[in-house]
């Protein structure tokens, strides 16, 4: 009968509809654990704006700042670092880029003169905790706060009067939603807003410097705060992947600015 024969032709329909449905989700919004902040205030000119609202511990900025057309935040992890940092900040003003650099303050305390130069030529900060604990999550409060406060802290003892305006959890593994303690909260309570990214393109495994380049071209969005490292290990194909990444960004008018 027509009506039997027609019955797999529908089931398929409805089986494509509803995986063009999950894939439209999947791709118009960020990891289920990323939330984009509140929009700051529009901006006229050209240059990277850093609007201060109080930060919110219950929102983790995965987006770049609101604003007309395609906008990226490009964010560094890990450093400073004698060698990497001074190239990625030369690669950056070569650009005219301005990025948001995630210290590490056992690293901010050995390398000050890098933290002030990261100051000196316009980026932001990030708190990366002191020492890096992936497992910070699953620690007591004090511990938490140690961290945190410690990271900050031997930012503030470089460049006094620092802005570190963000945090970013070790590996992004921030505290489970309404966790006491939570990072986010200690965070929030010092100043900093949770930070996280949509685009990963696992810079520090040296998956090649192509791979690089198509992962951040493939989960940047529209609007996309990237993760990439200026430490822990040779990262000329980070720069190389950035080297590659600098026209495209500006073929399809992307504006850097700041994590939201
Ligand atoms: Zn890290």
Not at 211 to 218: G, H, L, S, T
Request: proline share 8%.
């Amino acid at each position: 009968m027509r009506s039997t024969s027609l019955t797999p032709i529908i089931s398929v329909a409805v089986t494509i509809a509803a995986l063009l449905t999950l894939f439209a989700v999947g791709f118009s919004h960020p990891k289920s654990d990323v939330v984009a902040a509140t929009p700051a205030a529009h901006t006229s000119d050209n240059a990277p704006r850093l609007d201060t609202p109080a930060p919110d511990p219950d929102v983790i900025v995965g987006s770049a700042q609101d604003g007309p057309g395609r906008r990226v935040a490009l964010t560094f992890d890990d450093g400073p670092d004698p060698i990497w940092t001074p190239k990625v900040l030369d690669f950056l003003g070569e650009h005219h880029v301005k990025a948001t650099f995630c210290l590490v303050g056992t690293n901010a305390r050995r390398y000050p003169d890098l933290v002030r130069r990261i100051v000196a030529e316009g980026h932001q900060l990030c708190d990366h905790t002191m020492t890096h604990d992936q497992n910070l999550r699953y620690k007591s409060a004090a511990a938490m706060r140690a961290e945190i406060v410690g990271a900050k802290q031997a930012i503030l003892d470089a460049v006094p009067n620092a802005q570190v305006r963000y945090y970013r959890a070790p590996e992004g593994a921030f505290s489970p939603k309404g966790a006491h303690p939570s990072m986010q909260q200690i965070a929030a309570d010092n100043g900093m807003q949770p930070l996280a990214w949509k685009a990963d393109p696992e810079d520090w495994t040296k998956p090649g410097v192509r791979v690089i380049v198509e992962r951040v071209q493939q989960q940047v969005g529209e609007d996309g705060v990237v993760l990439m490292h200026d430490a822990g290990g040779d990262r000329s194909q980070t720069l190389a992947a950035l080297d590659q990444l600098m026209p495209w960004f500006n073929d399809l008018g992307y504006r850097f600015v700041f994590p939201a």
